[in-house]
T-cell receptor
Framework: GNSVTQMEGPVTLSEEAFLTINCTYT??????LFWYVQYPGEGLQLLLK?????DKGSNKGFEATYRKETTSFHLEKGSVQVSDSAVYFC???????????FGSGTKLNVKP | NAGVTQTPKFRVLKTGQSMTLLCAQD?????MYWYRQDPGMGLRLIHY???????AKGEVPDGYNVSRLKKQNFLLGLESAAPSQTSVYFC?????????????FGAGSRLTVL
């Protein structure tokens, strides 16, 4: 079956620190992989995506590389800001029906 | 464009009461979804629809019903609310056809069942 596992939070960092949030997946077929972000009181928004192995998704200084050999899609940012404080969700789509599978979310707190 | 709009944003129910959450999208998307979000459990799919007049069960469909009478609307109903249905509910929509479709989410509806 399809599933996503991501590191538990909360993750607390100081401003300008390096961020890694781990995500691994189990999937049949050839899924697409996503990171969504949820700011307080809001719905989820797409942060970045990758559709095939070795693709790198990037947006707003965040990056993630689709690693088929390790079934991973880790989120990284070189220098976090207070405004990056949010909950981050790793997700994948199945190869049919466009069903999405989400991880449990990782809360990031960035302190000034 | 409004995107995905959910109503109501907040609601408090007593056990056994019924209610309907409305989701409306103005992007002409084919697919629509209802998720619930609970602490530590991420998002779980309740029901989804791949087109007008069609619905299907997700991971946690028990206690909920849905209808997609119009392409732009997807209704989630609770016939007899239970405290276990206290949650934040998110509607989402996407286009069909591509494996890299992107979900567009509403702002959420917070439901408390006493």
């Amino acid at each position: 079956g399809n599933s996503v596992t991501q590191m538990e939070g909360p993750v607390t960092l100081s401003e300008e620190a390096f961020l890694t949030i781990n995500c691994t997946y189990t999937a049949t077929g050839y899924p697409s992989l996503f990171w969504y972000v949820q700011y307080p009181g809001e719905g989820l928004q797409l942060l970045l995506k990758a559709t095939k192995a070795d693709d790198k998704g990037s947006n707003k200084g965040f990056e993630a590389t689709y690693r088929k050999e390790t079934t991973s899609f880790h989120l990284e940012k070189g220098s976090v800001q207070v405004s990056d404080s949010a909950v981050y969700f790793c997700a994948l789509t199945s190869s049919n029906f466009n069903k999405f599978y989400f991880g449990s979310g990782t809360k990031l707190n960035v302190k000034p | 464009n409004a995107g995905v709009t959910q109503t109501p944003k907040f609601r408090v129910l007593k056990t056994g009461q019924s209610m309907t959450l409305l989701c409306a999208q103005d992007m002409n998307h084919e697919y629509m979804y209802w998720y619930r979000q609970d602490p530590g459990m991420g998002l779980r799919l309740i029901h989804y629809s791949v087109g007008e007049g069609t619905t299907a069960k997700g991971e946690v469909p028990d206690g909920y019903n849905v209808s997609r009478l119009k392409k732009q609307n997807f209704l989630l109903g609770l016939e007899s609310a239970a405290p276990s249905q206290t949650s934040v509910y998110f509607c989402a929509s996407s286009n069909a056809g591509s494996g890299a479709n992107v979900l567009t989410f509403g702002a959420g509806s917070r439901l408390t069942v006493l």
